[in-house]
């Protein structure tokens, strides 16, 4: 029994050390800051029926807003008056006011086309980032690290359960030397050794699929996080290229 138990507590303290060894997660760098006054403020709200977007923001930003608003909105509708571009489309279904500070834009589900929703979906995207001033690059290199983060995780998550495993089989290689020192005159001994064995092999089985159980949930969230993450890399670059796109139209222009 002696022998038992130093092999039990070898396993623990092998097992807790080993898991101690693997080094943490590094912190996710800062988004550095945008190169201009990106001092602005937001507000979306969204319902089935209606889309109101609010926006503040430096008046360096007005030219570009303005510009994309008009190469996805078109002069249909618009009108000019010094600084202020008022928007009005299919009966009024969509407004949209802009002035050298500020962006309002509303828009009724269900009196607009399908087509002029859409647009206007396209565009309040497209305004997020070209109001707030922020890289998108910086986002999509960002969103890749927690991916490959993620990634990481599982592949810890299955070593430690490997490692488990293997000292689990150890102990019971050991356990069952033990019984065959043990059955050459000791078989009252034996036979209650092996039901300690028989007892400690169940619970190791019950820590093991609990333990595996863990891991199932840890993938799972894991894999539905990676998921997120993929389709926010994929919006990202999409909107990416879309600016790309934009700016070199700019400078053709």
């Known amino acids: 029994m002696k022998r038992l138990i130093q092999i039990l507590l070898l396993t623990i303290i092998t097992t807790a050390a080993y898991a101690q060894s693997e080094p943490p997660t590094p912190p996710e760098p800062p988004t550095p800051p945008a190169p201009e006054n990106t001092s602005s403020s937001i507000s979306i709200n969204k319902s089935d029926n209606n889309l109101r977007f609010k926006a503040k923001f430096d008046k360096s930003r007005f030219d570009k807003v303005k510009a994309l608003l008009i190469d996805k909105l078109g002069e249909d509708g618009l009108t000019i008056n010094g600084d202020t571009y008022k928007w009005s489309q299919e009966s009024d279904a969509f407004k949209g006011t802009l002035t050298n500070r500020t962006l309002n834009l509303n828009l009724d ?17 497209d305004l997020k980032y070209a109001i707030s001033n922020r890289n998108l690059e910086v986002e999509v290199e960002r969103s890749q690290r927690k991916l490959e983060r993620a990634q990481r995780e599982i592949e810890r998550a299955k070593r430690e359960v490997e490692r488990a495993q293997r000292e689990i089989e150890r102990a019971k290689r050991e356990l069952k030397r033990e019984l065959e020192r043990k059955q050459k005159g000791q078989i009252s001994k034996v036979k209650n050794l092996k039901e300690k064995l028989e007892k400690r092999k169940i619970e190791r089985e019950i820590v093991m699929k609990e333990r595996k159980e863990e891991l199932e949930q840890r993938k799972e969230v894991i894999k539905k996080r990676k998921v997120e993450q993929k389709e926010t890399i994929k919006a990202l670059k999409k909107e990416l290229e879309k600016l790309k796109e934009k700016e070199q139209k700019e400078k053709s222009n």
């Not at 589900?109 to 995207?125: C, F, G, P, R, T």
């Open 109 to 125: 589900y269900s009196e607009a086309s399908k087509s002029l929703a859409n647009q206007v979906d396209e565009v309040m995207s």
